[in-house]
């Protein structure tokens, strides 16, 4: 590629040995001249690193927010949903790998320049803009750029991530944010390495950051697969690290399993394994534990949590607003917690 139409990456130095080190997550690539990271689109030109995704997405979406998912911000809302090529997670798992697996060159990608994305944001009447599909960590410049101009515009950015970024890239990344959905997706580092060629500590670590150096609302996915992180045991553990670090007023989506990319031979996650989760959730004291990838409206549906009052009736991506009135409920004036304006 030429590096006259890239653009140059942020977080990066030279090595002693005449490579580059990748600093954006904690797989600190060293990539040598003309090399690729793990990721497919930081590369080294001629000693300097570039993003080569940037202004390159592969495609966009009007999504329903609670496609992301995000059920505690902005809901019955439609988000412009949008990614790249390329992941820094290697997720055996993976529902999108036609994508997250991709060289920027081996797809069809679109040209967007940053204020054309907020351009369409504006003319297809998005109240927010998502950075999804594969991870945005990875196009950290691009996210930082389009998430500015959103937030001069009244836009709002919301990031759809599994939380592999380093401690420094992550301020500069996350500056205009306004809400992300946050894969944690086990709670074994076993799981982690095995399956997503990651480690589970930076993800930990950044669910903290999140919590307490930010104003960013944020939810949390677990993806159960069964048999590899979908015991009683790991889930309750989830819950009980959840509690004590971030508090019960995080909400937590368990999500269904399907057979996809390198775990074909594994059988989708049974509907009663998903509202066992759910019951161990409830039980320990979690406020907002979701169900998803499976249809169960009552489990995909906000309550009050002082009268049980139904105040967001969910049927897949079906919504309807009831008796909350102001981030409270009409009923009995219990605060809902979330962003709803």
């Not at 249809?295 to 008796?323: A, F, G, V």
């Amino acid at each position: 590629m030429n590096p006259t139409n890239l653009k140059e990456a942020k977080w990066w130095k030279h090595t002693g040995n005449g490579k580059i080190l990748c600093t954006l997550c904690p797989r600190y690539c060293e990539i040598g001249e003309g090399q690729i990271g793990f990721c497919f689109i930081r590369q080294n030109i001629n000693g300097k690193l570039y993003t080569t995704g940037y202004g390159r997405p592969t495609g966009f979406a009007i999504d329903p927010i609670e496609k992301k998912p995000l059920n505690h911000f902005l809901p019955g809302s439609d988000i412009l949903s949008f990614g790249t090529a390329g992941c820094n997670l290697g997720c055996k798992f993976c529902q999108n790998w036609t994508t997250s697996k991709a060289k920027i060159d081996d797809l069809n990608s679109l040209i967007a320049s940053p204020e054309e994305v907020i351009n369409l944001a504006k003319n297809k009447s998005t109240p927010s803009i998502a950075f999804t599909f594969n991870d945005p960590t990875i196009f950290g410049e691009y996210v930082i750029d389009i998430s500015k101009l959103a937030r001069e515009e009244g836009i709002k950015s919301v990031m759809v991530t599994a939380g592999y970024i380093d401690k420094e890239a992550r301020k500069d990344v996350y500056k205009f944010i306004d809400a992300a959905n946050v894969d944690l997706k086990a709670f074994t580092e076993r799981f982690y390495f095995k399956n997503t060629l990651s480690h589970i500590e930076p993800v930990l670590d950044t669910f903290i950051w999140l919590k307490n150096e930010t104003d960013i609302w944020f939810e949390i996915t677990t993806l159960l697969i069964p048999g590899e992180n979908d015991s009683d045991e790991e889930i309750k553990q989830e819950c009980d690290w959840i509690l004590k670090n971030l508090g019960d007023t995080i909400p937590l989506h368990f999500t269904a399993f399907h057979p996809d990319f390198k775990m074909r031979d594994i059988e989708s996650t049974p509907p009663s394994t998903l509202k066992r989760a759910k019951k161990i959730a409830d039980s320990m004291g979690i406020k907002y534990a979701y169900l998803g990838n499976i249809y169960d409206p009552e489990s995909q549906s906000t309550y009050c949590k002082n009268c049980n009052t139904i105040l967001i009736e969910r049927s897949w991506h079906s919504i309807k607003i009831k008796n909350l009135k102001n981030n409270k409920c009409a009923k009995c004036g219990n605060l809902l917690d979330g962003i709803f304006n």
